[in-house]
Each structure stands twice: as structure tokens, then as C-alpha cells.
């Protein structure tokens, strides 16, 4: 963890140039440390992946289309290798990211009221939670009707002969926006505590609501009813789980 940057004994007079310098730079060196840390545990993670877990990593991203009796194809000579890198860059990232936010948590801690500690630890949890449920919610509940959707649309018509670069990026493209949105509980709690909104005018804005996050749905799953759908509807729970949230919150006191 990165180490508390220490800050001079002033005895309430103000820092001189000198000491401002001196506390400037001791962030810095922090800063550095967690930079180095995290960068490491990125680099390590990556090289474990990549030699071994992508195999099994690539086979669970493939099976849904391969149960379906249809076989993943490469069109360039480096295209299976580059698709390996990229799945291999994101699962270090996934992996590495619980030493990278102990460093960060450690580099803003000493700046932190022991109260905001608190709530930053349950936000912090409660957002990871919803990104990995979300995700999982898309893979086992939505994505897997998308793929017999976009399959079925094709059925008679042509042959299907799937790019193992586009599939991935099909793939990532279409879970990852699902954590992302299942945040909405989280950006309502927030935007609630700093006073910016309440409960009473969220739920008077239902409706708006509503219609932006089908918009929003359109945008962010690709061009099919049953995936913007199947995003639409849970977004509109989880906004009806954020008014509840804020029915519960109380603003923080401004000075």
C-alpha cells in the first residue's frame, strides 16, 4: 500500500515555500509509488493469462457459439493472436484491479474524514457488486437469447461464418455496457447525498426517465428489440431501487 504522504508541523502558521515543496513532492513520490505498483500488478497479471488461462478463457468465450454448431474462423494471419492479446489485456486489468484500487485507496485515504472513509468502503462495494452483477446477468440471462436472435435471423439466408476478432468485440461490446448501467443505483445515491436531487423529483421524472433509458438502451446494446429490451427493463427496476435509495438518504450538511 502506498504510503501516507507526510505533511509538515506548521503550529498553524502558514507553510512556507519551502515546506509547500517539500509536501509536493512527497505526494508526487507516492503518486509514483502507486503508478509503479499498480503497473506492475498489471504487467504480472497479463503474463499469467496469457500463458496460462487464455486457452480456457478463450474456450468460455467461444462456447456460446459453438453449442450452437458453429465454428469461430480468422481471416488474417495475426488475427487469433491480436484476439488473444486484447482478451488477455482485460482480464489482467480485472485481475490486477483489486491491487490497483488498495493503492489509490491508500494514496486518498489520509485525506479522508473518518466518516467519507465509510461511506466511500460501502459505495466502493456495493458498485463493484452491481458491475459483476450486471455482467453476469447479461452472459447467463440476456446474451445467449441475443446470439439465438441474431442466429435465427440469418437461419436460410446465408452461412454463418463468425470472425473470432469481431465475435470478441461483439462480446465485450454487448456485457460491458450492463455493469456500466447497473451503476444507476450508485449515481442516484451519490447525486442525492450531494443534494442535487431527491426522491420526490425522481420520481416525478419517471416517465422522462423511462424513455431515456430505452434511448440510452438503443445506444448502448447493438441494433436488436430483444437486446435493448432485456437492458431497458432492468435499468427500469434498478431506477425504481435508486428512488427507494433516495427516499432513505440524507443530504450531506453543507458548510
Not at 33 to 62: D, H, P, R, T
Not at 93 to 118: D, H, M, T
Not at 200 to 213: D, E, N, P
Request: with cysteine.
Amino acid at each position: 500500500m502506498a504510503s501516507e504522504p507526510s505533511i509538515p508541523e506548521t503550529d498553524g502558521k502558514k507553510p512556507s515555500s519551502q515546506e509547500q515543496r517539500a509536501s509536493l513532492l512527497s505526494h508526487l513520490l507516492a503518486l509514483r509509488k502507486v503508478f509503479m505498483i499498480s503497473a506492475a500488478a498489471a504487467v504480472i497479471a497479463f503474463f499469467l493469462v496469457f500463458y496460462f488461462l487464455i486457452e480456457q478463457l478463450m474456450g468460455w468465450i467461444v462456447n456460446p457459439i459453438r453449442a450452437r454448431g458453429i465454428e469461430i474462423i480468422y481471416t488474417a494471419m495475426s488475427e487469433a493472436l491480436v484476439t488473444k492479446f486484447k482478451v488477455a489485456l482485460i482480464a489482467a486489468a480485472v485481475a490486477s484491479s483489486p491491487v490497483v484500487i488498495w493503492q489509490v485507496w491508500g494514496f486518498i485515504k489520509p485525506a479522508l474524514y473518518p466518516r467519507e472513509k465509510r461511506h466511500f468502503r460501502v459505495v466502493f462495494i456495493v458498485a463493484l457488486a452491481l458491475f459483476l452483477l450486471g455482467v453476469t446477468f447479461c452472459y447467463f440471462a440476456v446474451y445467449k437469447l441475443a446470439v439465438d436472435f441474431f442466429l435465427v435471423q440469418g437461419d436460410g439466408l446465408a452461412t454463418p461464418m463468425l470472425s473470432i476478432d469481431k465475435y470478441v468485440g461483439f462480446l465485450f461490446g454487448f456485457i460491458v455496457p450492463f455493469g456500466v448501467a447497473f451503476q444507476l443505483p450508485v449515481f442516484l445515491y451519490l447525486t442525492t447525498r450531494m443534494g442535487w436531487t431527491s426522491h420526490q423529483t425522481l420520481a416525478s421524472k419517471r416517465k422522462y426517465v423511462i424513455l431515456g433509458i430505452f434511448v440510452l438502451a438503443a445506444v448502448l446494446t447493438p441494433p436488436d428489440i430483444v437486446s435493448q429490451v432485456a437492458l431497458g427493463i432492468p435499468l427500469c427496476l434498478l431506477y425504481e431501487t435508486g428512488i427507494l435509495v433516495a427516499r432513505f438518504t440524507k443530504p450531506r450538511d453543507r458548510e
